[in-house]
């Protein structure tokens, strides 16, 4: 007889954009007129930049016609995009990541997602709180971690690292040694960063002792301060303890497209077994590499029209975030994140938790965000606004905020 | 410290199609001027129809205008797919299935390579031998097998399903009880179908055991003859005891495109726990939708004209799978398969084994096809053909092949 995986049944409630997604609906069939403003789960607004539309649409072709028709990708991605990848994201940076060492796939969640597989369900995790939920939930399904508590809103055996006011929402070593350790810098959900002097103790810390650092810079792109790393491969040793995520979701409007990567380098080992080929195998093995035509597209990403386009999306949704934590600020709100990140991080006023803010934002304003606590017992009376909004959007959000 | 998961260390060698990537290349370095046609990954040549390139430059043009562009897709998959999906793949077919229980995704292998994490890791499989490699090395790597024998060329604790010329290269029900069972009919690799009544005695047994079915349907494209099911859901019973997979890749040639779906059932429950919700938070969590634009190009499938022209190209296939059925029959060769499947299954002469084979037929004719062992034990001695070549080179394959 067929038995489920129980560890699935250990999930609280549904995915956070779920719910989210839910209470909006109920909200609008109660109210079929609201003009609502999404500034909540964090997807772009902004159209395709044309040299990527160009760039799909000769791709489209090439798929139409015999001649120059493709089938199955290469497992690990085609040479032209992990080659320009390794070339522009990491040796323009001074990083020494080969084009071998980059896995083109189809988004960084599924990766997030994927990566635990390889490790043994014995490996005691750390993750920030609060915390983008798919680190912990893939791990729950696993079978990584113990019962949901759901009085402290977590999961025991986790090595919870609290990111809080007090530490600029930047966690701390931990005494207790995690085997695998997730960070992500720009932050989601805190729009908080690391400087690189404090991301190299992590890495000494992971090679110490033998931890793995699980590093999602999806929001690198957002990155203006010359003084925070873009990748954690500008820690010296890195290499040795560190697989690095990226997106193209952000840096390029791609949520819908889908198409991202992680690098795993060869020098990274665990017991003196290798990553890189397993996770290899895991590639070839479960996936079946990400479409041509959206690889065409995150080639044009790197072409000099194309990082224009995309530099100039950025700036559009930065000013989003600029005009979001000064209109926030100067009406009282204390706020964070917002200069190298699209996020914008807020505590809720009068102790209100942050599903009560949540409701209260949407009854009064007709503005959804994401309440804090969605993230981690550590992201409780908090709250979390997008840049990805239009910019129109984000003014008239923002005016409403100030006169509620 | 960290910990490798060690399942993955149990896989032997590298995933086939890799080792017959592999040995190509050794031979082209020698022989650099020799000209190689393959018939044996399986993966199409014909370029994608008119009408699915016409969806995919619409909707390129969608994603590149702000009023039309789409980030994140549903997680399941846009209902304009899932409801057409549902109308013609199964009402059309007489089989319940709603919109809501198909699940959209990148393709057959990834849900058949997932789909093993919502059972426990101590549920017991049966496959076929010989077997697409996906369904056993994504068990291995869950732990939810033995070791690997290198004499017998199998896992411990697997039940594995003969399939051989005597039984037709279809299994018969087996005496030791699995708790998951997986089948693919049309089959991969032998070309093997499964009448209804028969099916409909797989449905029974795994209902009467309370296994799951696992059923393989990519294929069903091919089918000609009408007493052969497309789809599991043609047998009584099958909702409460079967999970479908399908894929447009051999359908409609999107082995570069990348889209395929997985039917669950919302009456399929195991130990009294529904899988439809266990599968959902799968694809919350790890996926992220597949493209927009390629879901356009599925819809496009579906239309009258996209139909038309999709059949034009199943019936050229077919026509290759002629071709090499009675050449190779009428050189003497034991064939099977080739008639509601695009695989020819051959018995490799003079008992060599089929690693030989493929060694003689590269240097003696310059066609490469997959050897049978490739697929387990149960392949000795056999060699898989593909109809998906060009019809030139089907016929170039076929004459040298006689010749030989």
New interface residues.
């Given amino acids: ?6 560890n ?2 250990k ?1 609280p409630g ?2 956070l954009f ?1 719910m989210i997604g839910e209470r909006i609906r109920t909200y609008q069939k109660q109210h079929p007129d609201a003009d609502i403003i999404r500034l909540g ?1 964090g ?6 930049a ?1 040299e990527i ?1 160009r760039a ?2 000769h791709a ?2 090439e ?4 001649e120059t ?5 290469p ?1 690990l991605g085609y040479a032209f995009l992990r080659s320009v990848i390794a070339e522009k994201d990491y040796r323009d940076r001074n990083c020494e990541i080969s084009e071998e060492e980059i896995f083109v796939s ?2 960084a ?2 990766d997030c ?2 990566i635990q ?7 005691r995790i750390a993750v920030c709180d609060p915390v983008y ?2 680190y912990v ?2 791990n729950v ?1 696993a079978g990584r971690t113990g019962v949901y508590e759901p009085e402290a809103a977590r999961f025991q055996d986790v090595i919870y690292l609290p990111c809080t006011k007090e530490n600029g929402y930047v966690p701390l070593l931990p005494k207790e040694v995690p ?2 350790i997730y960070l992500c810098f720009p932050n989601n959900p805190t729009g908080a960063v690391m400087k690189k002097e404090n991301l190299q103790e992590w890495v000494d810390y992971a090679r110490k ?4 650092i699980l590093y999602d810079a999806a929001y690198e792109a957002y990155i203006s301060d010359p003084e925070i790393p873009h990748s954690i491969y500008e820690c010296e040793g890195a290499r040795e303890c560190a697989i690095e995520f990226r997106s193209f979701s952000k840096t390029a ?1 791609f ?4 198409l991202g990567f992680t690098v795993v380098p060869k020098d990274l080992k ?2 003196g ?1 290798a ?1 890189w080929p ?1 996770w290899a ?2 590639h ?11 690889q065409r597209a995150g080639e044009a990403v790197y072409s000099k029209e194309g990082r224009r386009q995309v530099r100039e999306q950025i700036a559009y949704y930065m000013e989003n975030a600029r005009i979001i934590y000064d209109g926030l600020r100067s009406s009282g709100y204390e706020v964070s994140g917002g200069v190298n990140a699209p996020y914008i991080w807020l505590r809720t006023p009068e102790g209100m938790t942050s599903w009560e803010f949540f409701d209260v934002l949407l009854e009064q304003a007709g503005v959804v965000g994401t309440p804090g606590a969605g993230f981690g017992p550590g992201g409780e009376n908090h709250f979390r606004l997008t840049a990805f909004g ?1 910019r129109e959007n984000t003014v008239e959000a923002v005016e409403r905020i100030r006169k509620m």
């Fill in positions: 007889m067929a038995k489920v995986n129980r699935y049944l999930l549904s995915y779920s789960i997807d772009v607004t902004q159209p395709i044309p539309i799909l649409h489209v072709d798929m139409g016609n015999a028709f493709r089938g199955y990708a497992d189809d988004g969640k599924c997602g994927n597989e390889i490790f043994s369900a014995d490996n939920p798919v939930d893939s399904m085997d695998l002792h033998g931890s793995v409007g949520t819908g497209l889908r665990v017991e077994t990553l397993l195998r895991r070839g093995t479960k996936y079946n590499g990400a479409p041509y035509i959206i239009s």
